[in-house]
């Protein structure tokens, strides 16, 4: 009851839906396992069924002929194991006729499994470690400045010219937020973003306190998702910043784009994406691209959380296009495009099983391509894509557009 009071779209959602069932064959979690349960709508009655239950009126035996049902262990097990199964993508609210945003319905469903001790381990983990570090990897400042030194070096002997890595500079003119996978995992993405800023002449610098766009909070605990975004905007005041740039993270980008505002109230300074940031360095003339270093058939991946909840469709499109020769439109895209089955920190390795259902009709589009790269520029796509597409026999490398970006950039 409490819930509903401030997730207005929740009660909206449990009372409008039809059971048109125009969501079931849209959706890549039922049609990846053809469990009946992950039909969005059959999925959101679990709840729906509590909620009459609870809220509708008349007496109990009516109820039960409408399907309510009282909530009891049978209820919760199936709340936890199948809104573990949603990955929030979406998809299902651009075919609903009455838009209904499963996505919402789970995020909520999370949220109370939570506040009854029940959060996934692999959430709470990640929440853990942002609060106890500054990034969801856990890693300790020690840590995370030697591997700032350790890539600078390796930006020397890749170039021969000495790009910073600035930590902690106050007045620079942009404060960069990347995701901290970047910083171990994916580095030649997060490299090239300083060979960007390098090349551009921009004044920028990365904070000692936070090194993490990927706001887990979003997927599960609004509070833990409000306090992540506090501590980046202070980080920002602090160093005095005209801006706040945010890294290849499709949900950490949703969090600014959709809530922090509304749940943080005004922020002291624009927050953006860095595909608009180097798009404005394109269109000025401060950065020039060179096809020719990437010359594979290259196809894209709209992560879920740009194409449908933070307004990232064309920017990404027009960087590919002026740094790779051969760009390749995946179908279906967009709004529309399937989710890469990882979405909403479903990245726990005892659900590889379910990933990797998730993740076939996402397989298939990209074998329809031909494609020799997937540009995919998500940190959880990216830790999601390489074991799914091997698992579903497709041939591809998967990079970030950041990857793409620093390999055709001319210094």
Not at 134 to 144: H, R, S
Not at 155 to 172: F, Y
Not at 296 to 306: A, F, I, L
């Amino acid at each position: 009851g409490e819930m509903l009071k401030y997730k207005r779209s929740l009660k909206l959602y449990l009372d409008v839906c039809t059971h048109c069932g125009a969501c079931a064959e849209q959706c890549h979690s039922y049609l990846g396992t053809k469990d009946p349960y992950n039909m969005p709508v059959a999925r959101v009655d679990l709840v729906r069924r509590v909620y009459k239950q609870v809220f509708a009126p008349g007496p109990s035996i009516l109820k039960s002929w409408d399907g309510a049902k009282a909530i009891d262990q049978e209820t919760i097990d199936l709340w936890y194991k199948y809104f573990h199964q949603c990955n929030q993508c979406r998809r299902c609210a651009v075919f609903c006729p009455k838009g209904i945003d499963t996505a919402e319905v789970t995020i909520a469903m999370r949220e109370l499994l939570a506040h009854i001790g029940l959060p996934s381990r692999f959430h709470a983990g990640i929440a853990k470690n942002m609060a106890k570090t500054g990034n969801n990897m856990g890693n300790p400042l020690p840590a995370v400045l030697d591997g700032l030194e350790f890539l600078e070096e390796e930006l020397k002997e890749e170039t021969g010219l000495d790009i910073p890595i600035p930590v902690d500079k106050e007045g620079a003119e942009v404060l960069f937020n990347p995701s901290s996978s970047d910083l171990y995992v994916n580095t030649d993405g997060f490299m090239s973003v300083a060979k960007i800023f390098y090349k551009a002449g921009v004044s920028w610098t990365l904070s000692s306190k936070i090194t993490e766009t990927a706001n887990f909070g979003l997927f599960f605990h609004e509070p833990t998702m409000r306090e992540h975004s506090r501590l980046l905007v202070q980080a920002g005041k602090d160093l005095g910043v005209k801006r706040l740039v945010a890294g290849e993270c499709g949900h950490g980008w949703r969090t600014w784009r959709m809530f922090t505002e509304t749940i943080n109230g005004p922020l002291p300074f624009p927050v953006i994406h860095l595909f608009e940031e180097v798009l404005d360095y394109l269109r000025e003339g401060r950065i020039q691209f060179d096809k020719s270093k990437n010359p594979e058939k290259v196809t894209y991946h709209d992560p879920c959380n740009y194409a449908r909840g933070g307004d990232l469709i064309q920017q990404p499109r027009e960087i590919l296009s002026a740094c790779v020769q051969n760009f390749i439109e995946m179908t279906p895209t967009a709004q529309y495009s399937f989710c890469c089955g990882g979405g909403s920190g479903i990245l726990m390795d005892e659900a590889m099983e379910i990933r990797e259902a998730l993740a076939q009709p996402k397989a298939e589009c990209v074998r329809s391509t031909g494609a020799e790269i997937l540009c995919a520029p998500c940190a959880i796509c990216k830790a999601q894509l390489p074991d799914v597409m091997k698992h579903h026999k497709v041939d591809v490398t998967i990079k970030g557009l950041s990857d793409l970006m620093g390999r055709a950039l001319i210094l």
